[in-house]
Every structure is written in structure tokens, then in C-alpha cells.
């Protein structure tokens, strides 16, 4: 056998691997499927020596925020993720809503929260106050919409 031959022969081998990779493509809902729930994911880079501060204060502002809206049933589950030793960014809130709708709300959803915040001690001019503050020591850095991927 010739060197073109054993290279020709390699080529083909080559184009025949190639194709049978192309016409393998995934498809979803076959090979994977989203969930209906989505998680919008906010990542946070908290200065240091803040970090205590910030939690403090979200348990105040955003946490009983997001109780209210999971009492209401906008929100399915929330979360506060913090890193040890990361520097930057360091902290990662979540919310995962059963669709997508849920994240659009309406003026009648959104005057119900006010109100049940209201109910639940929140006061409005004290939450801005507290959540202005928070441009002084916290940077967002990325936020995105996800879905869950699971395999059959």
C-alpha cells in the first residue's frame, strides 16, 4: 500500500467520522429538556469588610421582600449564596418562579405586594434608605434568566 493510499484511506475515515458527528446532533425534548421554572441568578460583588453588612441588611429589604412574593405565590423558592474566600464577586441571590409568566406580574399583582409589605412592618422610606446604602459597598455584576436542563 502506497503512502497516497494510506492517506487517502485516512481522509476518508477522516469524512466518514466527520459526518456520522454532524448527523448526531441533539434535540431537545428527546435528549434534554428545560424546565418549565426559571431562576433569574443576580451575582454581586460585595467590598470587603461589607460582606456582614450586606447580609444583615437583605435579610431586612430583599429577604422579606421575596417571603412576601412566595407567601403571594409569584415566587416558587429564593436563595443567598455566599462564597468563602471569594473575592470578587462573592455573593449570588436567586429567585425561581414556576414559568415564565410569572416573572411579567401585573399593576394588580404588584399593588398586592405593596400592600402585604406594608402589613408585614415594611416601610417604605426606611427600605429605600437601607437599599440606596447599598451602592456604597456592592456592585452587580451579571444577572441572567435560567432554566433547569434534565436528562432522560
Known amino acids: 500500500m502506497t503512502i497516497f493510499t494510506q492517506w487517502r484511506r485516512g481522509a476518508l475515515l477522516l469524512v ?8 448526531a446532533s441533539a434535540e ?7 424546565s418549565e ?18 447580609l444583615v441588611n437583605l435579610k431586612t429589604t430583599w429577604v422579606r421582600a421575596m417571603e412576601v412574593q412566595k407567601e403571594m405565590g409569584s415566587v416558587v423558592d429564593y436563595g443567598v449564596w455566599v462564597a468563602n474566600g471569594a473575592d470578587s464577586p462573592n455573593v449570588w441571590l ?11 406580574g401585573s399593576a394588580e399583582e ?6 402585604k409589605l406594608a402589613e408585614a412592618g ?9 437599599s440606596k446604602g447599598y451602592e ?14 434534565t436528562y432522560p
Open 37 to 54: 421554572e426559571v431562576t433569574e441568578l443576580t451575582v454581586v460583588d460585595v467590598k470587603t469588610n461589607y460582606l456582614d453588612d450586606y
Open 16 to 23: 466518514g467520522l466527520f459526518s456520522c458527528v454532524l448527523s
Open 136 to 149: 456604597e459597598y456592592r456592585q452587580i455584576i451579571d444577572f441572567a434568566v435560567m432554566r433547569k436542563i
Open 110 to 115: 404588584y399593588k398586592g405586594f405593596m400592600a
Open 28 to 34: 431537545i425534548w428527546t435528549d434534554y429538556t428545560p
Open 122 to 130: 415594611m416601610n417604605e422610606e426606611a427600605n429605600d434608605k437601607t
Open 94 to 104: 436567586t429567585v425561581t418562579y414556576k414559568n415564565m409568566a410569572a416573572l411579567q
